[in-house]
């Protein structure tokens, strides 16, 4: 088979899924967003009341949701439950406190598992914290994304500043802050795998980053 899985990995805000999909286009692959999956369990937990701190009954919830991806028009659709929550996933809310559930083992058990199973027929591009690193040890392709952290803030205000109501300053603390958690927590923390190759997007553009990883993947087949 000539198909192989390529992981991109990276803090907030490095590009990581518009760069994923495009490669996965590019490649004819398909494009899983990870971090799509743990905003929908932080959604539906704060929906329901539960602190993200408390992880039993965290666990509890997580367990019993159906969380599917599919794609969509502009992008990958994201439904809790068979509702479309594509958008309300990056609210604020969730963004502060997705770094919490997302340090939640049990949630992350349930997460992987279900990453693994999607990935498992090849062709996929995959990004999130640990995909190199945890969910796809065995990926032939290892990208770890990174930018500036005033470079990343600045990208995520140009997208969604005024949508999220906040000053760039704010956003860059919160992202600062995300990081942080992602990190130092205890399982699975966003590290840099080994054997995965370090791209620093700061001064590039979204194709540029992009054309760099398709050119990589021809050199895995
Ligand atoms: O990629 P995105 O910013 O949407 O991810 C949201 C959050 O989900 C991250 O800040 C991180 O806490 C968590 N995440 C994770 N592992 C992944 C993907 C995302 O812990 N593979």
Not at 43 to 58: C, E, K, M, N, V
Not at 196 to 214: F, G, K, P, R, Y
Request: aromatic share 4%; hydrophobic share 45%.
């Amino acid at each position: 088979d000539e198909r192989i899985n390529i992981a991109i990995d990276g803090p907030a805000g490095a590009g990581k899924s518009t760069v994923a999909r495009t490669v996965a286009a590019q490649l004819g692959y398909v494009y899983i967003d990870t971090g799509a999956m743990y905003r929908a369990v932080t959604l539906s937990a704060r929906r329901a009341g539960i602190d993200p701190l408390d992880t039993a009954a965290l666990a509890a919830h997580a367990s019993g949701l159906t969380i599917t991806l599919a794609p969509g028009k502009e992008g990958q659709l994201v439904y809790l439950n068979g509702e479309d929550v594509t958008a309300e996933i990056r609210s604020r809310d969730v963004n502060l406190h997705v770094s919490q559930v997302a340090a939640s083992e049990k949630v992350r058990s349930l997460l992987v598992a279900k990453q693994q199973e999607l990935a498992k027929d090849k062709g996929v591009v995959m990004d999130g914290r640990d995909i190199g690193s945890c969910v796809l040890p065995g990926a032939e392709l290892k990208v770890f994304l990174t930018a500036s952290v005033k470079e990343r803030a600045q990208r995520r205000f140009i997208e969604a500043g005024s949508a999220l109501g906040v000053t760039l300053e704010q956003l860059e603390k919160e992202i600062a802050e995300r990081d942080r958690m992602d990190e130092q927590r205890e399982f699975s923390p966003l590290k840099i795998a080994p054997d995965a190759i370090l791209l620093d997007s700061t001064s590039m553009s979204i194709n540029e980053v992009a054309d760099a990883i398709v050119s990589l993947s021809r050199t895995k087949l």
